[in-house]
T-cell receptor, first 113, second 117 residues
Framework: AQSVTQLDSQVPVFEEAPVELRCNYS??????LFWYVQYPNQGLQLLLK??????LVKGINGFEAEFNKSQTSFHLRKPSVHISDTAEYFC???????????FGSGTKLNVKP | GAVVSQHPSRVICKSGTSVKIECRSL??????MFWYRQFPKQSLMLMAT?????????EQGVEKDKFLINHASLTLSTLTVTSAHPEDSSFYIC?????????????FGPGTRLTVL
């Protein structure tokens, strides 16, 4: 079975500071990895995804994530956050057929002025 | 990018009534659509997967007769919560997978907040 762990439920950070949101996964087979962002009372928006190739993936809004197979991690980073980045971020994995997505419990990023 | 809409965005109903939620893919054909449920401060849990023209596949623990799913066309899937009770109050989110060029990504709708009184 697959599972996703987001250890930090909340991450407070000051504007223009760097941030890292952690994601670890467990799977006995190869998976594909995704990060989604959810603004209040809205659905999920895709930030970035790792399917294959370079382990460093760049997404929208200046976010990037690095796939580390040995550590089964896919941490999300941004060098300088903005107030508008305040939202909840979900890490997810799926298998080869891209059907069932397994989501982490989410990390609320709170960017303070 | 691909757009998925949901209607209504919010619905309040009395206990015992049925509520229908629509999920539409606006600019692509969705061969597969998914329905998720999100409880407060929790992550999304997949309820069911629906393929156009066939019966939905429900996840373990999800009542088929309570959550009726219909995927009548390549752009529309509906979720009907029958005989709703307060414990059905939740945020329901649909997603759709593009059967064409972006088969690896699910595009999510904005969600429907259901409150059952």
């Amino acid at each position: 079975a697959q599972s996703v762990t987001q250890l930090d439920s909340q991450v407070p950070v000051f504007e223009e500071a760097p941030v890292e949101l952690r994601c670890n996964y467990s799977s006995s087979v190869s998976v594909y990895l995704f990060w989604y962002v959810q603004y209040p009372n809205q659905g999920l928006q895709l930030l970035l995804k790792y399917l294959s190739g370079s382990t460093l993936v760049k997404g929208i809004n200046g976010f990037e994530a690095e796939f580390n197979k040995s550590q089964t991690s896919f941490h999300l980073r941004k060098p300088s956050v903005h107030i508008s980045d305040t939202a909840e971020y979900f890490c997810a994995v799926t298998l080869y057929n891209f059907n069932k997505f397994y989501f982490g419990s989410g990390t609320k990023l709170n960017v303070k002025p | 990018g691909a757009v998925v809409s949901q209607h209504p965005s919010r619905v309040i109903c009395k206990s015992g009534t049925s509520v229908k939620i629509e999920c539409r893919s606006l600019d692509f054909q969705a061969t597969t659509m998914f329905w998720y449920r999100q409880f407060p401060k929790q992550s999304l849990m997949l309820m069911a997967t629906s393929n156009e023209g066939s019966k939905a596949t429900y996840e373990q623990g999800v009542e088929k007769d309570k959550f009726l799913i219909n995927h009548a066309s390549l752009t529309l899937s509906t979720l009907t919560v029958t005989s709703a009770h307060p414990e059905d109050s939740s945020f329901y989110i649909c997603s759709a997978r593009d059967g064409g060029t972006s088969t690896d990504t699910q595009y999510f709708g904005p969600g429907t907040r259901l409150t059952v009184l």
